[in-house]
């Protein structure tokens, strides 16, 4: 079994993850409508550092099956938890993602660890 079939075995748990748009012409954040991916959440306190260069502690490392950015929002339920609230700054227990790491398989250059950190 390679390392792609067995992150998807154990990535069991749903979150729900809004991708960051950018910002309106008002300088306020958008986000792409909620979906739902498949992930491996953690929640732990853990000193990290983000991309750039600040430390900060992580509440939750997530593994998950797909890219997804820094800015990006993650929440550990499903949508109908949320009621397909489109801004995740109004769900409870959604936290912005402070750091994403996407790591290749020893000689591998199309299977990847990626983890997310709240």
Request: proline share 3%; charged share 30%; with cysteine.
């Amino acid at each position: 079994m390679g390392i792609t079939k067995f992150i998807e075995t154990i990535c069991v748990q749903t979150a729900v993850h809004w991708a960051n748009n950018g910002t309106d012409g008002f300088g306020k954040t958008s986000f792409a409508l909620p979906v739902e991916i498949k992930c491996r959440w953690v929640e732990k306190d853990e000193m990290s550092v983000d991309d750039n260069g600040k430390e900060f502690v992580s509440k939750a490392e997530i593994i998950i099956t797909q890219d997804i950015a820094r800015t990006d929002y993650l929440y550990l339920g499903t949508l109908v938890d949320i009621a397909s609230e489109a801004d995740p700054k109004n769900v409870e227990g959604a936290n912005e993602v402070k750091r994403f790491t996407k790591v290749p398989m020893i000689k591998s250059t199309t299977e990847f660890v990626r983890k997310a950190f709240l």
